[in-house]
T-cell receptor
Framework: AQSVTQLDSHVSVSEGTPVLLRCNYS??????LFWYVQHPNKGLQLLLK??????LVKGINGFEAEFKKSETSFHLTKPSAHMSDAAEYFC????????????FGAGTRLAVHP | GAVVSQHPSRVICKSGTSVKIECRSL??????MFWYRQFPKKSLMLMAT?????????EQGVEKDKFLINHASLTLSTLTVTSAHPEDSSFYIC???????????????FGSGTQLSVL
């Protein structure tokens, strides 16, 4: 069975410092993995996706994530946090079956301080 | 990009009443919409798939009579929580895939969610 674990419910960083949001997955076959971001009062927005091509995936707003099969991880990183990055981030695995069910992690709330 | 509008964003109701949540695709037609629920500090869980012009498909463990879904048009799906109880308090979010080629995941657009509090 597929599952996703986001290791931190809250992460707090200072503006200009690196961001690391951790995600581990469990899948019985090669998964498709995604990161979504949700800003207050906005819908979820796709940040980036991994679909068995390059293991280092670049997304929008300077975010990237690396798929590490040996560690079953798909951590999200950004070299330098910006105040506008403050939001809720969801790691998601896609279960292929008809309409591609999505399995969501519990989310990580990122706070960015001046 | 495509927009999915969800209304209301927040609702407080008394136990025993029913609450309707609307999900609209504003600039595209959606024959399918998805409804999710998120418990505090838990993942978003798929509740049901709403199908335009036909019955919704519910995930295992979701009460069909409790969570009524109607998808009467290509741009509107509604979720009605009937006879709400405090344990129904949760964050509900809808999503809809826009048309076009590519994986579903790349075409999926989400509403901003509804926080339901049942007193």
């Amino acid at each position: 069975a597929q599952s996703v674990t986001q290791l931190d419910s809250h992460v707090s960083v200072s503006e200009g410092t690196p961001v690391l949001l951790r995600c581990n997955y469990s899948s019985s076959y090669s998964p498709s993995l995604f990161w979504y971001v949700q800003h207050p009062n906005k819908g979820l927005q796709l940040l980036l996706k991994y679909t068995s091509a390059a293991t280092l995936v670049k997304g929008i707003n300077g975010f990237e994530a690396e798929f590490k099969k040996s560690e079953t991880s798909f951590h999200l990183t950004k070299p330098s946090a910006h105040m506008s990055d403050a939001a809720e981030y969801f790691c998601v695995v896609s279960v292929k079956g008809g309409y591609n069910k999505l399995i969501f992690g519990a989310g990580t709330r990122l706070a960015v301080h001046p | 990009g495509a927009v999915v509008s969800q209304h209301p964003s927040r609702v407080i109701c008394k136990s025993g009443t029913s609450v309707k949540i609307e999900c609209r695709s504003l600039d595209f037609q959606a024959t399918t919409m998805f409804w999710y629920r998120q418990f505090p500090k838990k993942s978003l869980m798929l509740m049901a798939t709403s199908n335009e012009g036909s019955k919704a498909t519910y995930e295992q463990g979701v009460e069909k009579d409790k969570f009524l879904i109607n998808h009467a048009s290509l741009t509107l799906s509604t979720l009605t929580v009937t006879s709400a109880h405090p344990e129904d308090s949760s964050f509900y979010i809808c999503s809809a895939p826009s048309q076009g080629r590519g994986q579903l995941i790349e075409k999926l657009f989400f509403g901003s969610g509804t926080q339901l509090s049942v007193l």
